[in-house]
C-alpha cells in the first residue's frame, strides 16, 4: 500500500454515476409491473422486454414525468425536446441487443447538487453534466460452469445523474452520494431502497500529481449500492492508482468490481468508449416534445426538500443528529414542520426529541403510527411537558399510547400520570416525608448548609407520591421548610 507521503503527493478526482430507479408502477417501455422485488425469476416480463420480434417500445408518460421532478430538484434546466438512443453491447441480459438511453438529447440538462457534510455540516457544490432516461438490464447470476439470467429488471425505467469531476475526497464522494438518495427520494421520484437497487453509484477515479492541470487515467468501479462502499472503493483505488504510479506503472483505464468482504476493487474489462457502443437514434421511439407549460406543472409538485426544511428548523436550536435522524425519514421531517407551524420553537423541539429518541428505542412505534397522530395531539402533549403537568418519563408514556380518538390530558388521567401542581397538596406530601426515620439525616445536613442533600428529599418525595409530584415544586418547598 502507499504511504501516507506518497498519497499526499496526489490529488483524487471523482466523478459519479448513479442510476436511480424511479418508482412508476409500469415499466419503461412495457406495461407490466416496475416492482420486482422478491419475484421469482422471469416473471415480470413482457414480450418487449424479452424482445420478440415484432414488438415495439411505448414511451411511460409517468416516467417522464417523474424525470422532470428529478431534474427540478437537482435545479437543472428540462429539455422542451429529447430524443432516444441505442447503445449497443451484446450480453445475455440484454434480449435486444442493445439498450435504449440517450446519448445525445437527454432530458435533463446541466445542474448543481449542494453537497451537505454530515460531520460538519458544511457545504460544498457537485455540478452535474446531466442526466438521462434510460432502461436498465436484466441481471446474470453465475455459477460454477454455468450462468442463469433473469429478466425481471430488464426495462426498468431509470435516470442517470452524470456529475462533473468536482469531488476530491472519498469523504465527499459519500456525503455526495448520500445528498442525491435524499434528494431523490424527498422529490418522490424512487423507493430508494439501496439493498435493492434502487440507486447504484459508478465511481470514476484517477489521481494526479497535485498541482497537475490534466487529470490523470481514470478507472470505473461499477454498481456500488450504499454510501459507505463508496467512501470506501474511492479509497481503496485512490491508494491502488498512487502505488502504479510511485513504481512507475501505469494506471489503465478499466471497469472495477468492489468486492464488499475483502474491501477492495478487481479489474473486470477495459474501459470502453461511446464509440464502442456504436450509438444511433432510435427509430421506434418518436422525440419527446415538452411544453414549458407542462414542465412548470410537473416541476411546481416537487416538496419542500432536506435543505429548506434544515432552515425552517434552525430556530429550534436541535442537534445535528437529531436534525439528520429526522431527515431520514420524509414523513417525520414533514410532521415536525406541522407541529412547529402549530405551536413554538420550543414545544416542536421536544416533539423532535420524541420522534427520535422514543421511536428508536420503543418497538410499539413505527413512524406510520407517529405521522397518523393528530398535529394538535403532539402540541397538547408538549404543552402538559412543558408546564410540568407531566413529568418527562410521563410524557414519553403517554406520546406511546397516542394515536386514537383520546387526547393526552385523557390518556394521562386514565394513566394516572398526571403531576400534583397544587402547593398545598405538596407541603402534605414534603411534611409526611419529613417526618420520615430515614428523611432525619438529609434534614440535619440541609440545616447545617449541605444543600446537595435536598435532592435526597426530592426522591423520598417523589418515592412518597407514586411519581405525580412535581419534582420543582417539592424542592421549593422543603428548602422554604428547612430554611
Avoid at 56 to 72: C, M, Q, S, T
Wanted: charged share 25%; aromatic share 6%; with cysteine.
Amino acid at each position: 500500500m502507499a504511504t501516507p507521503e506518497q498519497l499526499a503527493k496526489y490529488e483524487m478526482t471523482i466523478g459519479i454515476e448513479c442510476h436511480v430507479q424511479l418508482n412508476t408502477r409500469t415499466k419503461l417501455f412495457s406495461g407490466v409491473d416496475n416492482d420486482a422485488r422478491e419475484r421469482e425469476p422471469n416473471t415480470v416480463v413482457s414480450p418487449v422486454d424479452y424482445a420478440l420480434p415484432g414488438t415495439l417500445p411505448i414511451l411511460n408518460r409517468e416516467a417522464v414525468d417523474k424525470a422532470i421532478l428529478a431534474g427540478a430538484a437537482l435545479g437543472s434546466k428540462i429539455a422542451n425536446v429529447s430524443r432516444f438512443d441505442r447503445k449497443h453491447y451484446f450480453y445475455p441480459d440484454l434480449p435486444k441487443g442493445y439498450q435504449i438511453s440517450q446519448m445525445y438529447q437527454p432530458i435533463i440538462g446541466a445542474g448543481v447538487v449542494d453537497v451537505y457534510d454530515f460531520a460538519t455540516g458544511e457545504t460544498s457544490q457537485v455540478r452535474i453534466e446531466h442526466a438521462h432516461l434510460e432502461e436498465d438490464a436484466g441481471k446474470l447470476s453465475h455459477a460454477s460452469g454455468y450462468s442463469l439470467v433473469d429478466l425481471n429488471r430488464c426495462g426498468t425505467p431509470l435516470i442517470e445523474i452524470v456529475s462533473m469531476p468536482d469531488i476530491h475526497s472519498s469523504t465527499q464522494a459519500k456525503n455526495y452520494a448520500a445528498t442525491l438518495h435524499r434528494l431523490m427520494v424527498y422529490a418522490g421520484v424512487t423507493n430508494g431502497d439501496l439493498y435493492h437497487g434502487n440507486m447504484r453509484f459508478d465511481v470514476n477515479i484517477s489521481c494526479a500529481p497535485k498541482g497537475s492541470k490534466q487529470l490523470g487515467t481514470r478507472s470505473e468501479v461499477k454498481n456500488l449500492n450504499s454510501f459507505k462502499s463508496v467512501q470506501a472503493a474511492a479509497d481503496f483505488e485512490f491508494n491502488r492508482q498512487v502505488e502504479l504510479l510511485e513504481a512507475g506503472k501505469k494506471v489503465n483505464q478499466e471497469t472495477r468490481g468492489w468486492d464488499e468482504a475483502k474491501q477492495k476493487t478487481t479489474s473486470q474489462r477495459s474501459k470502453e468508449y461511446a464509440q464502442d457502443y456504436r450509438y444511433m437514434p432510435d427509430p421506434d421511439i418518436p422525440p419527446v416534445v415538452l411544453s414549458d407549460e407542462h414542465i412548470a406543472e410537473v416541476a411546481s409538485r416537487v416538496p419542500t426538500m432536506p435543505h429548506q426544511y434544515r432552515a425552517s428548523w434552525e430556530s429550534m436550536n436541535l442537534d445535528s443528529s437529531v436534525v439528520e435522524s429526522l431527515l431520514d425519514n420524509p414523513r417525520l421531517a414533514n410532521k415536525l414542520t406541522q407541529v412547529l407551524d402549530g405551536s413554538s420553537a420550543k414545544l416542536a423541539a421536544r416533539v423532535a426529541h420524541w420522534f427520535t429518541l422514543v421511536l428508536a428505542t420503543d418497538s410499539e412505534l413505527d413512524d406510520e403510527k407517529v405521522v397518523a397522530v393528530p398535529t394538535e395531539h403532539l402540541v397538547e402533549l408538549a404543552t402538559m411537558a412543558d408546564q410540568a403537568e407531566l413529568s418527562s418519563t410521563a410524557a414519553k408514556d403517554v406520546f406511546i399510547k397516542l394515536g386514537g380518538s383520546k387526547t393526552p390530558r385523557q390518556l394521562a388521567k386514565e394513566m394516572n400520570l398526571l403531576q400534583v401542581s397544587d402547593t398545598g397538596e405538596i407541603e402534605k406530601i414534603v411534611d409526611e416525608v419529613l417526618a420520615l426515620p430515614e428523611a432525619s439525616q438529609a434534614v440535619a445536613d440541609i440545616k447545617a448548609g449541605e444543600f446537595k442533600a435536598v435532592g435526597f428529599l426530592v426522591g423520598l418525595v417523589m418515592k412518597h407520591s407514586k411519581g405525580k409530584a412535581n419534582p420543582g415544586l417539592a424542592q421549593q418547598v422543603i428548602r422554604e421548610k428547612l430554611r
